[in-house]
């Protein structure tokens, strides 16, 4: 089965702290993951994507396979960062395949 | 460009009756996804449309069916609504090129069934 787990609903910090977001996934192949995210009234757009290997904004996220585990981190965290954030995960398909997405993480940057 | 975009912004329906919804894809996508949203949950993948067909589908039952038309955009429709249907509905739009491809999201269509 296809699965992702965000295992914080919220994570609060104070602005130049380390974060990072908890992602695991469960996927019998070879997934593509992503993190999204949605920053107030704005629509959900891409973070980033693991073959890419970005450093979008000052995230990273490293693939683990053998955790399953697909963390995002920033080492000083900025009030603009505040948002929900999505991990997600794609598998493989002729025609793109379909995303399944974590409940999401919302990240508070503190002052 | 305006991206993807969704109409309407908002709807509310009774229970029972049917609803359609729109998407217009971002300019050069051929392929367009339908996703639901729940209060406090991610998004779930409902189907997927490529050359007017449906090609992937979600866990969702018969209910909800689509359309893809000759320009790409594409309508999403459920019948005999429920009160779990309300959420919200984002078209996500994209051109595949190999195994992924990088998907672009509406602003969402928000459902309210009474």
């Known amino acids: 089965a296809q699965r992702v787990t965000q295992p914080e609903k919220l994570l609060s910090v104070f602005k130049g702290a380390p974060v990072e977001l908890k992602c695991n996934y469960s996927?019998?192949?070879?997934?593509?993951l992503f993190w999204y995210v949605q920053y107030s009234r704005q629509r959900l757009q891409l973070l980033l994507r693991?073959?890419s290997r970005e450093s979008i904004k000052g995230f990273t996220a490293d693939l683990n396979k053998g955790e399953t585990s697909f963390h995002l981190k920033k080492p000083f965290a900025q009030e603009e960062d505040s948002a929900m954030y999505y991990c997600?995960?794609?598998?493989?398909?002729?025609?793109?395949?379909?995303?399944?997405f974590g409940a999401g993480t919302i990240l508070r940057v503190k002052s | 460009d305006a991206g993807v975009t969704q109409s309407p912004t908002h709807l509310i329906k009774t229970r029972g009756q049917q609803v359609t919804l729109r998407c217009s894809p971002k300019?050069?996508?051929?392929?367009v996804s339908w996703y639901q949203q729940a209060l406090g949950q991610g998004p779930q993948f409902i189907f997927q449309?490529?050359?007017?067909?449906?090609?992937q589908r979600g866990n969702f039952p018969d209910r909800f069916s689509g359309h893809q038309f000759p320009n790409y955009s594409s309508e999403l429709n459920v019948n005999a609504l429920l009160l779990g249907d309300s959420a919200l509905y984002l078209c996500?739009?994209?051109?595949?090129?190999?195994?992924?491809?990088?998907?672009?999201f509406g602003p969402g269509t928000r459902l309210t069934v009474t």
């Open positions: 996500a739009s994209g051109r595949p090129r190999g195994s992924s491809y990088e998907q672009y």
């Open positions: 996927y019998s192949g070879s997934p593509e």
């Open positions: 693991h073959i």
């Open positions: 997600a995960l794609s598998g493989q398909g002729k025609y793109g395949n379909k995303l399944v």
């Open positions: 300019s050069g996508h051929d392929t």
């Open positions: 449309y490529y050359e007017e067909e449906e090609r």
